[in-house]
């Protein structure tokens, strides 16, 4: 058994565990879901991540060259952002998070150990490597961004409905809520634009086979996500404005690299 399955198998228990903890800490109606996540579930988590980056960089570097396809990219993804949702739940409430994102990271494992592709792998230079890198990092804050907004979203139907006293009990204060969502689109539109930058530097040919429409909605993305970042900075936007504007410009994130790896891989 190599290497790769290994540390994605042991990942998978590693999540498991952080997730029974976090499942037992979440439904102990005394526990205060506004607290940083529990030290227990922390290390299991990202020992959990750090394994699952081992099994990650296994399924995507090969001696033949790197596979880029959508599961490869994907298991690299969930690994980021589950070590980025770790280390800033140090400081920030995030353990709801977990039970979303944990249990898509070990889906994200098991078809990576059990999808061959059926393409050769890549060649790639080190200017190709990092726009991959950076696109990743800026996925991956926009990821936990997108999450977070649905959290909000839930916490804002909550309160709407007279049901403030279960969204007290399992969320942090709005107002928190709100500023790490921000904080999180600032370090992904930071990112999103250095990868756009590495991209138009060093991917050669941008009318290649899918890249126009990948390039096309990144821009728009970016497009997005500086306008939100604009009218939270001189409008003063929030909740349903920012809500709305993080889960569209996700979106379309989504429809430039998972929509054009779709139709790549498995429709042409």
Known sequence: ???TTISGLIAVLLYMASLYYQSTRITVKSSDQ???????IFYFGLLAAA????SAYGVIRTTEGYHFGIVHISTLIFASVSALVLLRGLR???GNLI????PAAILSILLSLTVSPDYQPQQAGPGIVSHILLSILAYSFFTIAALQAAFLAFQNYQLRHKHAASAIRRFPPLQDMESFLFELLWAGQILLTL???AGFLFVEDLWAQGLPHKTFFSLL???VFAILLWGRHRLGWRGNTAIRGTLVGFLFLILGFYGSKIVLEYIL
């Open 1 to 3: 058994m190599s290497i």
């Open 34 to 40: 506004s607290n940083p996540i529990d030290r227990k």
């Open 51 to 54: 394994a699952h980056a081992i």
């Open 92 to 94: 920030r409430p995030l």
């Open 99 to 102: 039970l979303v994102l944990f």
């Open 195 to 197: 990868g756009i930058v």
């Open 221 to 223: 993305a970016w497009l």
